[in-house]
């Protein structure tokens, strides 16, 4: 077998999976699997259309068949990490807590320096409701990374959560200006913190200043149509803040 054909089946393969992926996107489920069949049948071996079918199904909401491939897919590639956190993510959502926790701790002994641990973590705390935890999280990470925003807004999320509005406003309104050297500008990046603080001001009594931020973000979204494609949360978003 020659290195060219080698390389060759591998270039086919992506394109392949490429294709599964972008039919599964568009809710063609059925011809997403059977696209990852034939990589399967081109490469038996390739823990990646075991994963794509477990991703597929898990769009379809069936997380047994779900969890069935992506062990598959472990199997063979036992050392990938994001696979695992997607099991743990797997686990979570069908409600075994216990084996998502089981899973967490493998990460963690395995994998100690695997970031998005954080993320799967307070999945987990959201389903035990204990949003209190999930919060403490994101403040101890934000203060080892003060410069992620990811972070930052994730402590906001759980501290609105808990009730806590008024600090919550203070920690967005550090985002629109503030510590982080920023302008005022809603992004797509930054849409669901502003749906979060618009929904702040309005619970708190601050409808003037809502009002004036919803009516910037409906502004920017005409001029901008194209962040309706890539957030398509967002015409929802603005008629749920619209009739609060």
């Known amino acids: 077998r020659s290195p060219s054909r080698g390389l060759g089946d591998v270039y086919k393969r992506q394109v392949q999976a490429n294709i599964a992926s972008i039919l599964s996107g568009a809710g063609h489920h059925q011809e997403a699997l059977a ?3 034939r990589i ?3 490469s038996p071996n390739y823990p990646g259309s075991d994963s794509g079918k477990a991703s597929v199904y898990s769009n ?3 997380l047994d068949e779900a969890i069935k491939w992506q062990t598959i897919a472990l199997e063979k590639d036992p050392g990938n990490v994001s696979r695992k956190a997607d099991l743990a993510f797997m686990y979570i959502d069908i409600g075994l807590g216990d084996l998502a926790e089981k899973t967490l701790v493998e ?3 395995q994998f100690p320096d ?7 973590r307070t999945m987990l705390d959201m389903y035990r409701s204990d949003y209190s935890k999930a919060a403490n999280r994101f403040d101890i990470a934000f203060q080892k990374h003060p410069k992620n925003f990811k972070y930052f807004a994730m402590l906001l999320h759980y501290q609105m959560l ?4 008024e600090q919550a406003i203070a920690g967005y309104l550090k985002m629109y200006p503030g510590e982080f050297g920023k302008e005022f500008e809603i992004n797509n990046n930054d849409l669901e913190s502003v749906y979060n603080l618009i929904w702040l001001w309005q619970v708190t009594d601050h409808e003037e200043k809502a009002q004036q931020l919803l009516n910037e973000l409906k502004q920017l979204l005409a001029e901008h149509p194209d962040i309706f ?14 009739g609060n």
Do not use: K, V, W
Request: charged share 20%; proline share 3%.
């Open 60 to 62: 379809m909401g069936q």
């Open 40 to 42: 399967s049948e081109l």
């Open 35 to 37: 696209q990852y069949e």
């Open 229 to 242: 494609d890539n957030n398509r949360r967002a015409p929802a978003m603005i008629a749920a803040l619209e």
């Open 107 to 109: 990460i963690e002994t």
């Open 114 to 120: 695997f970031e998005n641990i954080i993320y799967a």
């Open 162 to 165: 808990m009730g806590q509005h």
